[in-house]
């Protein structure tokens, strides 16, 4: 058994309701539309710290690279501490832009030194995890802190297995249904949300329990950008032809791709 599967609420979190890669990219095409459009006109520039070309930030310094008036302020009402995975690439990431959008947005590496007290609470699929509208008022209010674990499903054990030895009684956090809208196929359920959208509907669900009636649709906001970016290189890149069948192919050559390198380890291990 995987270290993630002793925590994770397997019971909600089947991997039974996948969809193809046409379907999933019409669903993110269909969702992103109701945003505005993005419009940053950004070109690649140097990176002032490790002098890498970078559009619009660099993650792995935490430097952005467009003027800040072209970017959303959000003023959250809990702080939150984004623990991303050191073996996850920061370009990666659909949570640690984040922290351009927020100084309420804290970002660090894991491995790393990290304290939490009893008004912190995790959000993740903890199997001893809580709905936000299961907790009384009075546990709501004394929330102080958001913790969000960013890196791929399979790297997160080793940060719950960190968390849980350092803090036993950690409070743990779980969402209401909601589907990914992540545009790439996965193997996993819809329900594995990217982990910008866990953190939006967190702070969504936590302004409707606090009855402030909140938009943090701001979240999104690299997020979204992201996509049309995607979106756009893909339409240049299939010219008349069909979009979504230039993804299924680049979909398939990445299959073969990985096959083909299966089979050759194999045969170095026969030589």
């Given at each position: 058994?995987?270290?993630?599967?002793?925590?994770?609420?397997?019971?909600?979190?089947?991997?039974?309701?996948?969809?193809?890669?046409?379907?999933q990219?019409?669903?993110?095409?269909?969702?992103?539309q109701?945003?505005?459009?993005?419009?940053?006109?950004a070109?690649?520039?140097?990176?002032?710290?490790?002098?890498q070309?970078?559009?619009?930030?660099?993650?792995?310094c935490?430097e952005?690279?467009?003027?800040?008036?072209?970017?959303?302020?959000?003023?959250?009402?809990?702080?939150?501490?984004?623990?991303?995975?050191?073996?996850?690439?920061?370009?990666k990431?659909?949570?640690?832009?984040?922290?351009f959008?927020?100084?309420?947005?804290?970002?660090?590496?894991?491995?790393?030194d990290?304290?939490?007290?009893?008004?912190?609470?995790?959000?993740?699929?903890h199997?001893n995890?809580?709905?936000?509208?299961?907790?009384s008022?009075?546990?709501?209010?004394?929330?102080?802190?958001f913790?969000?674990?960013?890196?791929?499903?399979?790297?997160?054990?080793?940060?719950?297995?960190?968390?849980?030895?350092?803090?036993p009684?950690?409070?743990?956090?779980?969402?209401?249904?909601?589907?990914?809208?992540?545009?790439?196929?996965?193997?996993?359920?819809?329900?594995?949300?990217?982990?910008?959208e866990?953190?939006?509907?967190?702070?969504?669900?936590?302004?409707?329990?606090?009855?402030?009636?909140?938009d943090?649709?701001?979240?999104?906001?690299?997020?979204?950008?992201?996509?049309?970016?995607?979106?756009e290189?893909?339409?240049?890149?299939?010219?008349?032809?069909?979009?979504?069948?230039?993804?299924?192919q680049?979909?398939q050559?990445?299959?073969?791709?990985?096959?083909?390198?299966?089979?050759?380890?194999?045969?170095?291990?026969?030589?």
């Amino acid at each position: 058994m995987h270290i993630r599967d002793k925590y994770i609420d397997r019971v909600t979190y089947k991997d039974t309701d996948q969809i193809s890669n046409e379907e999933q990219f019409k669903r993110a095409n269909e969702f992103f539309q109701q945003l505005p459009d993005i419009d940053l006109q950004a070109e690649k520039i140097r990176c002032p710290k490790c002098n890498q070309l970078h559009k619009v930030y660099c993650l792995k310094c935490g430097e952005l690279l467009v003027d800040k008036q072209s970017i959303p302020k959000i003023e959250l009402p809990l702080n939150l501490l984004i623990l991303h995975h050191d073996k996850e690439k920061h370009q990666k990431s659909s949570a640690i832009p984040a922290k351009f959008l927020s100084a309420q947005v804290e970002v660090k590496d894991f491995p790393c030194d990290f304290e939490f007290d009893e008004y912190t609470y995790v959000l993740y699929p903890h199997q001893n995890a809580k709905y936000i509208k299961d907790l009384s008022l009075e546990e709501i209010q004394s929330i102080k802190k958001f913790v969000a674990i960013d890196c791929t499903w399979h790297q997160t054990g080793a940060i719950l297995e960190t968390i849980q030895k350092k803090y036993p009684n950690q409070k743990y956090l779980k969402l209401e249904d909601y589907q990914t809208y992540f545009w790439r196929y996965q193997h996993h359920s819809l329900k594995c949300l990217a982990t910008i959208e866990a953190i939006y509907y967190c702070y969504q669900e936590y302004s409707k329990a606090m009855k402030q009636n909140k938009d943090y649709c701001n979240l999104l906001f690299f997020y979204k950008y992201t996509f049309q970016q995607i979106k756009e290189a893909l339409k240049k890149e299939a010219g008349n032809s069909n979009v979504y069948e230039k993804i299924d192919q680049k979909k398939q050559r990445r299959l073969n791709s990985k096959l083909n390198a299966k089979k050759e380890k194999q045969f170095l291990k026969l030589i």
